[in-house]
């Protein structure tokens, strides 16, 4: 990947979609966007956003949620799907942060991907947004539209963020981020790409060859 042309994809990605810093998972606490972020896992954020409007006013500590009923919270939670394990993580995970970290989030990879149902996705959306610690976020959405612009040839998400870290600013990691998760849901869907009005069509491996 020449770096120019990583120069003008992040220089239409911030003409297109200034960064705000808003998050799309909704939360007040730090812990609730660690919650909320588990219950994204094959799941849209509107629906997360549903279920936590209500979730967190029913447990509004992380206590709370360690001492929750199993089967009562599986119920809470089952329209965001596997329900039944995401509910164990949560309790697990929120049992943890009590025993091991005082009840606080903590901000190191090694200590977030050791809690239950925590992999990198999760622990960079919180280092992210709730630490301000650059890191790549790799979703369906960065994952796909990344790989159509060329920026990466790997399809495993672990090895496409550390490919990202190495192409990319870091002072644009965080950013990078939301702009490619909002090009992907309004412009570069899986299901149909809008390749004729996409201002990146010009730079995307996928949009030269759409048949390769």
Not at 46 to 64: D, M, P, S
Not at 70 to 82: E, K, M, Q
Not at 161 to 190: D, S
Not at 201 to 208: D, F, I, M, Q, R
Request: charged share 20%; with cysteine; glycine share 6%.
């Amino acid at each position: 990947m020449a770096a120019d042309k990583t120069t003008k994809i992040l220089k239409i990605l911030d003409t297109h979609y200034p960064y705000d810093g808003i998050c799309f998972l909704h939360y007040n606490e730090p812990w609730q966007l660690l919650i909320a972020t588990i219950l994204s896992a094959q799941c849209t954020d509107e629906r997360v956003n549903q279920v936590t409007a209500v979730l967190f006013q029913k447990y509004t500590t992380i206590q709370a949620l360690a001492e929750a009923d199993f089967a009562v919270l599986s119920n809470d939670i089952r329209s965001t799907g596997f329900f039944n394990t995401k509910a164990k993580h949560i309790i697990e995970s929120a049992a943890q942060l009590l025993h091991l970290h005082n009840g606080q989030l903590p901000s190191d990879i090694d200590s977030l991907t050791a809690l239950p149902g925590v992999g990198r996705k999760t622990a960079n959306v919180v280092r992210g947004h709730i630490f301000g610690i650059p890191s790549i976020t790799v979703d369906t959405h960065v994952k796909r539209v990344s790989f159509k612009l060329g920026l990466t040839k790997h399809t495993d998400p672990e090895k496409i963020e550390f490919e990202l870290m190495k192409t990319l600013p870091e002072a644009h990691w965080i950013q990078y981020n939301q702009q490619i998760i909002t090009h992907g849901r309004r412009v570069c869907t899986a299901r149909s790409p809008q390749c004729g009005k996409c201002p990146l069509a010009g730079l995307c491996e996928s949009a030269k060859h759409p048949l390769g």
